[in-house]
């Protein structure tokens, strides 16, 4: 008889002891597996499929393959596919499907970035995506469409218009037009981290990113405001949508990010809204992903939304149609610990089981306790210009502070062992021999206090650490061999894992 057949789940013990016992194999197949820390915690039976080896091989679910020769990825699409076509990870699905044969239990790949040439792979492996179609994620992804999603939804955006721009003038005759007043933010429709969105004052503002504006077929033309950003997560189902707790995040501090609009942190405590705000967050997600599901979008998602300082208005910033950088936040929160982590809702709906169980409990629970305790997290990012390369790095693990330097307490891969307010868990990213480069995620700091005074300002607990975690990396500059090298990829702004790896097997070839 199949296992994990049909089976119907009507409270949080029974979808708890269904993933206790799932037989189906999860992968995770993405740089690292931040994301989704701590997900095998709940799961059983999952692999997180990386190219970066954050715990120096002691995580007993992080398969990072032997380096084989390979075109340096520029994005994380890349590094998906290298990983899908490496002969390890290959013998490792089709062995497990071996395995599983007699089950009938197909295995499912998770991505936080995708695309078409991914999609052709997984179909080849027999692997299911348990995400939505490349395409329909695209299409949700863009700002254009979620502004007008949301205007669907009722979930209206700070002032603004989408339109084409083509010059200063033009922009600053739709500001007028729309009422938009003298100090602007542009947006393109896509975009990372800060890097496509543009605030502009004057016409030298603008003049100096001209180009990148009046390249887009459209733009999103805001309303510069005085505003608190937040994250909330969400899971559309045919249940109904399920919403996680709502976080502060830190936008655009020099110390963390080479961007303005750049994201570098977020912070879940008390007394970081009032319950108003919080129930207002929550339904508008809610909304936002019913809306979702009527346009055949399915699963997790993340909406920023943007609090407007002088009038308390709360605006939807974007929608981010995935797994995003709050997840790990979101399902180890003691919220999610004490109930069951959001995502696992998205895993039930690209399984076979009835749930018949309503969003509504857990929400509400969501709003009144869902920022229980005080958690943070720092995306520590190499700010300067120049590539370095590192030459000593923290290993991940529980660090305290002494006179005031990193202080190894355990080396090891568990964020939730380290829950102590004068404690700190740091998940390395990029280690020894790696090439820096500007806005490259070195570390990610997982603390348990908030870490700002101010929508501008950090606080001392957090510049302390900070402090701290610069003086742990040293850097050296480049060599003549290495500038080469990296003039050969053509890309000294992507992933540059890999050069020393084939430096050394060309050497070992000569």
Wanted: proline letters at 4%.
């Amino acid at each position: 008889m199949p296992l994990n057949v049909a089976t119907q789940l009507s409270s949080l013990e029974d979808i708890k002891h269904y993933f206790k016992t799932n037989k189906r194999p999860y992968y995770f197949i993405s740089a690292s597996h931040f994301n989704l820390m701590h997900l095998d915690d709940w799961v059983n039976n999952i692999k997180f499929i990386n190219y970066i080896d954050c715990y120096d091989g002691t995580h007993p679910n992080v398969v990072v393959p032997p380096y084989a020769p390979h075109k340096q990825p520029s994005c994380i699409e890349d590094i998906n596919t290298y990983l899908l076509g490496h002969k390890a990870i290959v013998d490792l699905i089709e062995s497990n499907q071996e395995n599983d044969s007699t089950t009938h239990i197909k295995s499912q790949a998770i991505f936080l970035f995708f695309d078409k040439e991914i999609e052709s792979m997984c179909k080849h492996l027999n692997l299911d995506i348990c995400l939505p179609s490349n395409e329909l994620v695209q299409k949700i992804d863009s700002k254009i469409e979620t502004t007008r999603l949301g205007n669907s939804a009722g979930v209206a955006s700070v002032p603004n218009a989408l339109e084409k721009i083509d010059s200063y003038t033009t922009l600053v005759e739709v500001a007028k037009k729309h009422s938009l007043g003298p100090k602007l933010v542009v947006q393109h429709a896509y975009g990372d981290s800060g890097k496509t969105t543009f605030f502009i004052s004057s016409e030298e503002d603008y003049d100096k990113v001209a180009d990148q504006i009046e390249k887009e077929d459209m733009v999103k033309v805001m309303k510069q405001i005085r505003c608190a950003g937040t994250a909330i997560e969400g899971c559309a189902t045919k249940a109904g949508t399920f919403v996680g707790p709502l976080l502060t995040e830190l936008i655009g501090y020099p110390e963390l990010t080479p961007y303005k609009g750049g994201w570098c942190g977020n912070e879940l405590f008390p007394d970081a809204f009032s319950d108003s705000v919080r129930k207002q967050a929550a339904e508008m997600t809610e909304r936002l992903g019913d809306a979702l599901y009527k346009a055949n979008y399915r699963g997790y998602f993340e909406v920023d939304y943007l609090i407007d300082l002088d009038t308390n208005d709360v605006y939807l910033g974007e929608l981010n149609a995935r797994i995003t950088g709050i997840s790990a936040m979101t399902n180890m929160s003691n919220f999610c610990k004490n109930t069951i982590p959001l995502f696992l809702f998205h895993l039930l709906e690209y399984s076979d089981v009835d749930l018949n169980l309503s969003p509504k409990t857990y929400n509400s629970k969501s709003i009144t306790e869902g920022a229980t305790g005080s958690a943070s997290q720092i995306i520590y990012k190499y700010t300067q210009t120049e590539t370095k390369v590192i030459e000593s790095a923290p290993v991940s693990g529980i660090y305290t502070l002494k006179d005031g330097e990193l202080n190894l307490v355990t080396h090891g891969y568990k964020r939730r062992d380290a829950l102590n307010e004068n404690e700190i868990f740091i998940k390395r990213i990029m280690g020894v021999g790696e090439y820096t480069y500007k806005g490259a995620d070195l570390a990610i700091l997982f603390l348990n206090k908030p870490l700002k005074d101010t929508e501008t300002k950090l606080n001392s607990f957090s510049e302390k650490w900070i402090a701290a975690i610069t003086t742990a990396y040293e850097l050296r500059d480049i060599t003549n061999e290495e500038q080469q090298l990296i003039e050969r990829y053509k890309n000294p702004t992507g992933f540059l894992k890999g050069f020393n790896e084939e430096k050394d097997a060309n050497n070992s070839n000569d």
